[in-house]
């Protein structure tokens, strides 16, 4: 529970570790990828998402908590491809402010931000009896990352998210949407990935996060991102002061002695 002024936009992520002394490790996300330094590593398969597409009848339930838009996910979808499985728990998103301007997702590749950027959240439950007890381990979690970009076409998997965003536009609503297939929201290609040990990209920064950025982007129409950047409050209903919820990812971060791994050469 982070202070509610620290809670969006790119400024004061300077103080974060004055709170929270993890933001201020070796090991943060997001990174910028630099292709060139990328060291290719035939071990890693593709990952595999489990139980993505059996979505059920249940409802999702999808919320507003001031940073981001977080999808709450059935804890039989899972993830493979990895040393342990891990276990599904939510997703979220990252956005900039002004349509396809740069800016908006957290990981860049050389250099180059993407427009948004799309979280996958996984527990590693086979070491760990839940999420708060993973998060704090350096094993604990592993985030797909999914990078967004604009075009002309329309993405229908992503207005099964923005179809109902009116119904949580202030901090801390809730709303229970229709459950989807969330594969759909992901890139056809899941064998080609950029892979490495970092962080919690938000307070408490906790470096407990195996990430996946995937190579392929996926592609939503100006008007959807238009409509996820203007559309959100980082503010709760009762105050007066109206904050629209835009430029809610990090800068990146230094790689220092890390190497980022590629699935593919
Ligand atoms: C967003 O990013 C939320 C957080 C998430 C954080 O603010 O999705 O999750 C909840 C439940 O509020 O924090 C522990 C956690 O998942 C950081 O997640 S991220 O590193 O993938 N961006
Ligand atoms: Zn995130």
């Known amino acids: 529970q982070w202070m509610p002024a620290l809670a969006a936009g790119l400024v004061g992520q300077s103080e974060w570790s004055e709170y929270f002394p993890d933001c201020g490790g070796t090991s943060q996300s997001p990174v910028d990828v630099m292709t060139t330094q990328a060291k290719y590593d035939p071990s890693l398969i593709p990952v595999t998402p489990l139980g993505y597409s059996q979505h059920g009848n249940q409802p999702f339930t999808m919320y507003n908590n001031g ?155 100006v008007a959807q991102l238009l409509k996820l950047e203007k559309i959100l409050y980082s503010s709760k209903a009762e105050e007066p002061d109206r904050m629209l919820l835009q430029d809610n990812y990090r800068a990146t971060q230094p790689l220092n002695h890390r190497v980022i791994f590629t699935s593919f050469s």
């Open 67 to 221: 940073h981001t838009v977080v999808i709450e996910l059935p804890e039989w979808m899972g993830l493979g491809g990895l040393p342990w499985f891990f276990t599904a728990i939510q997703m979220h998103l990252h956005w900039g402010n002004d349509g396809p301007s740069p800016g908006g997702s957290e990981h860049t590749i050389n250099g180059l931000s993407a427009d948004a950027e799309l979280h996958v959240v996984h527990y590693n439950s086979e070491l760990y009896p839940n999420m708060s007890a993973a998060m704090t381990q350096k094993d604990g979690l592993a985030v797909l990352g999914i990078l967004i970009v604009t075009g002309e076409e329309t993405n229908p998997a992503f207005n099964n998210i923005l179809n109902y965003l009116s119904r949580i536009r202030h901090a801390d609503q809730k709303a229970f949407i229709p459950a989807f297939d969330v594969q759909s929201l992901l890139p056809e290609d899941l064998g080609r990935y950029y892979r490495y040990n970092g962080s919690l990209t938000t307070p408490p920064c906790h470096q407990s996060v195996i990430w996946t950025l995937f190579h392929k982007r996926v592609q939503i129409s």
